[in-house]
């Protein structure tokens, strides 16, 4: 089952490269039902916020009618950044799993890992799921940008 929810969210993802934004995309499930889904926005809205994650978040948030998400699990093809691993936090997401690691601004791991500090809450956390295929999308997406650049 945590292969198709991170299939959801890789959909997501291309949703955002064929809109001209990083392909992230991220589901949120609770009880077996995906409650949250989001893609990056940050091109389209022009905010720093509008990654997948806050957006799956604040749909999560809406459709439980709290800023609590006690019990959810977080899908997210790329390894969250440190803004979008803080917010987790906050919202006291169970567990995360990520697709893609993020050597440059992750913060699971690809830079530093804040589910290992000593907060009050630390989600669990699961990385590499169907890495191949979101590294794959990201990789695509930036070698049609490299193109773009040198085509102009």
């Not at 989600?123 to 794959?136: D, F, Q």
């Amino acid at each position: 089952m945590h292969e198709e929810y991170m299939r959801q969210a890789l959909a997501l993802a291309r949703e955002a490269a064929a809109a001209g934004e990083v392909p992230v995309g991220c589901v949120i499930v609770k009880d077996g039902a995906v409650i949250g889904r989001g893609r990056n926005r940050r091109e389209e809205k022009q905010q720093a916020v509008s990654h997948a994650e806050m957006e799956a978040m604040a749909q999560a948030n809406e459709a439980l009618g709290s800023w609590r998400l006690d019990g959810c699990t977080m899908y997210v093809t790329l390894e969250p950044c440190p803004m979008c691993a803080g917010a987790v936090i906050n919202a006291r997401i169970d567990r995360v799993y990520y697709g893609a690691r993020d050597e440059a601004m992750g913060a699971c791991g690809g830079v530093l890992n804040l589910f290992m500090e000593s907060f009050p809450h630390r989600p669990a956390l699961v990385g590499g799921l169907l890495a191949e295929e979101c590294r794959a999308v990201l990789s695509e997406f930036f070698a049609g940008l490299r193109r773009e650049r040198t085509d102009a």
